[in-house]
């Protein structure tokens, strides 16, 4: 619990038995005097094909399994699994962030903010953390959100934290690559109240990138956020138009 906030954590994860038990112990470590600040943890194994289920619940988390491959089905698994909470936070289980960054997200929240997006653009990465690949789709991804709604993004990255009665409200649907901007945009048709921070340590991950480390994460990575944008762009979800035609 964080400031009378209900926390809990929801961890995409699939064949990171090397870093998934730090990620969660690490985080589940975390205090706010006296309380831990995480009040349900879930990881969702999307199909690994070694120990990485069995390191996340010998750590401490809750295990939920989903064998159809995905970033967005992965979450929208362990979303469906966890307890009832105020606040939802994301992180990958490759253990690319420092969990005590965590704390800027939620205060973030408990500020006022709906969406908290932890900003490796606005931070520092280490050398190589992202690939060009990834930079220059964030940059292009950024820019199109900046031109279509006029709504300054700096990253489209996993380490975030939503409220959780605004997930509810914006209804994610995307089970692949598409999630996070599709998290951003949601919440911009929302008029949420949206939130970049600065994550200012932005590890190498261990292992090889799912995305960043074959040509094939790279091409759907990119058909998936440049689908996601077009489709919201030109069909705007029926709660958003009735929800701004009330306001």
């Known amino acids: 619990m964080y400031k009378n906030l209900r926390v809990g954590a929801v961890v995409p994860a699939r064949d990171e038995e090397d870093n ?14 006296e309380q831990r600040l995480m009040d349900d943890f879930v990881v969702c194994d999307n ?33 469906d699994a966890l307890e009832e909470v105020d606040v939802v936070l994301f992180t990958d289980g490759d253990g690319s962030f420092d969990a005590r960054q965590s704390l800027g997200l939620l205060a973030a929240i408990a500020a006022g903010a709906d969406l908290v997006v932890g900003s490796r653009a606005l931070g520092r990465m280490e050398p190589d953390a992202l690939s060009l690949a990834q930079r220059g789709g964030n940059r292009l991804a950024s820019l199109l959100i900046r031109l279509l709604w006029a709504r300054r993004v700096t990253d489209l990255g996993p380490y975030r934290a939503i409220r959780a009665d605004a997930l509810r409200l914006i209804d994610m649907r995307d089970t692949a690559y598409g999630w996070t901007i599709e998290m951003q945009i949601k919440a911009i048709q929302c008029n949420l109240r949206i939130v ?51 306001e």
């Not at 998934?20 to 005097?33: M, Q, W």
């Not at 094939?216 to 138009?241: H, Q």
């Open 196 to 246: 970049e921070v600065p994550v200012d340590t932005y590890r190498r991950r261990f292992g090889k990138s799912k995305v960043g480390g074959t040509l094939r994460g790279v091409m759907g990575a990119g058909a998936g956020i440049l689908s996601t944008i077009a489709k919201l762009r030109c069909r705007p979800p029926a709660w958003c138009c009735q929800r701004k035609s009330n």
């Open 47 to 79: 199909g690994s094909t070694d120990d990485t289920a069995q390191r996340a619940r010998m750590a401490g988390a809750r295990v939920v399994c989903q064998e159809s491959p995905g970033y967005g089905i992965a979450c929208l698994t362990a979303i």
């Open 20 to 33: 998934i038990g730090a990620v969660v112990r690490e985080l589940l470590a975390l205090r706010d005097g």
